[in-house]
């Protein structure tokens, strides 16, 4: 993940000792001067049990104190949390317990929240089966629905905007344990929000736009704009739920500036790359008040650029100025490899045919291939 890639290489430069692990050998950030010694997991999603020992094994081999989730194995971390704190009482482990994890990555309960707090959500209607689903979408001319444990830009369909007709209802089967949401489809601007917070307290805090999309389904150029909405929401969630950690939120913002609550990634995203190093080891180290990044810092992923304008030529002109006063997330000064190995690291679709086999609803999304094997979906997590 790129962020996982940022987030190494900041702790890199400020003098940490970084273990960086993954669940195959070929992934960017192990491979980044910013990791002082790198490590290949078992796959948290299909080998949970195997995937703790080996955490808990690493953590004593290498004398680490501080656990840094980057994506949802934060999910499977924090189930076996006890187990983890049994074999090293000392840690840290920065991330918060499993029900206020399960409540934000569940889209449904995560906008009954929103509700409850009083934060701006479009009226949502769940859907637990084919029948409630079509009732659903029959609500508005214009609307939007999503899978409640749906990541990526995946397991949405819409009759609007630029995903529209990308999917058939007919492919839809809700049920009670994996249900969908509709709601209606708002207009307007996307907006994403990354903050550190420490025991509910915002500690750092930065809100992003995405002057370029991939497939119009996630950022590929990242640009620090001012919300004191966006802050706002997220302390007051951090403080309802009492979060430690690092969480994420995605918002739509209408042309009256309202910030329509979206989705809640209960982890790093995007918005790390804006920060600086230093911000960011003080947020996480030695907090002191809250820091808000300023506006008008800018970050791409070159590789995903270049990838755009190749298949969308009549595009050049628009993402060159999209991408401009960027810097790449992969390649940082004296430290190319992760960029090198953005390309390596496809061989992680093989991984992905055998795990899964071919998808024939979904396709063979690259970033399906990309987290495939550190998703949660919301069922039980043995322990």
Not at 299 to 322: C, F, G, M, W, Y
């Amino acid at each position: 993940m790129p962020f996982a890639v940022d987030e190494i290489r900041k702790l890199g430069a400020t003098g940490r000792f970084v273990l960086a692990t993954d669940t195959f050998e070929a992934a960017p950030g192990s491979h980044s001067r910013g990791a002082s010694a790198h490590a290949v997991t078992p796959a948290p999603t299909q080998r949970t049990g195997e995937f703790i020992d080996s955490i808990i094994d690493l953590m004593s081999e290498h004398d680490i104190n501080w656990l840094l989730p980057m994506f949802e194995d934060v999910f499977y971390l924090s189930a076996h949390r006890e187990k983890i704190l049994a074999a090293h009482p000392e840690a840290t482990l920065f991330f918060p317990g499993f029900d206020a994890l399960h409540k934000v990555h569940d889209k449904v309960s995560f906008t009954e929240l929103c509700g409850e707090l009083g934060l701006p959500v479009a009226e949502p209607i769940t859907a637990t089966d084919e029948e409630q689903f079509k009732a659903a979408i029959g609500n508005w001319d214009h609307w939007f629905a999503r899978a409640a444990y749906g990541r990526g830009g995946m397991d949405i369909i819409t009759n609007t905007g630029p995903l529209a007709g990308d999917g058939d209802i007919d492919d839809i089967h809700p049920t009670v344990d994996d249900p969908w949401m509709v709601q209606q489809f708002l207009s307007g601007t996307d907006r994403c929000s990354w903050s550190v917070a420490h025991e509910g307290e915002i500690v750092l805090h930065s809100c992003y736009e995405h002057p370029l999309m991939i497939d119009d389904r996630g950022g590929i150029v990242f640009e620090s704009v001012d919300s004191p909405q966006s802050l706002e929401a997220a302390q007051r969630i951090a403080k309802e739920l009492n979060w430690t950690g690092q969480i994420s939120f995605d918002y739509m913002v209408t042309e009256d500036g309202t910030h329509y609550m979206v989705e809640c990634n209960p982890r790093p995203t995007a918005g790390c790359t804006v920060a600086t190093p230093e911000e960011f080891d003080t947020a996480l180290f030695s907090p002191d008040g809250l820091v808000v990044v300023p506006a008008g810092r800018k970050k791409k992923i070159e590789v995903a650029v270049v990838r755009d304008t190749l298949r969308h030529p009549l595009r050049a002109r628009s993402n060159r100025a999209a991408a401009k006063g960027a810097t790449d997330v992969y390649y940082g000064d004296h430290d190319y490899l992760p960029l090198l190995y953005t390309a390596l690291s496809l061989q992680h679709i093989r991984a992905y045919r055998k795990a899964l086999g071919m998808n024939r609803k979904k396709g063979e999304q690259l970033v399906a291939t990309q987290f495939f094997d550190v998703l949660y979906d919301g069922g039980g997590i043995s322990v």
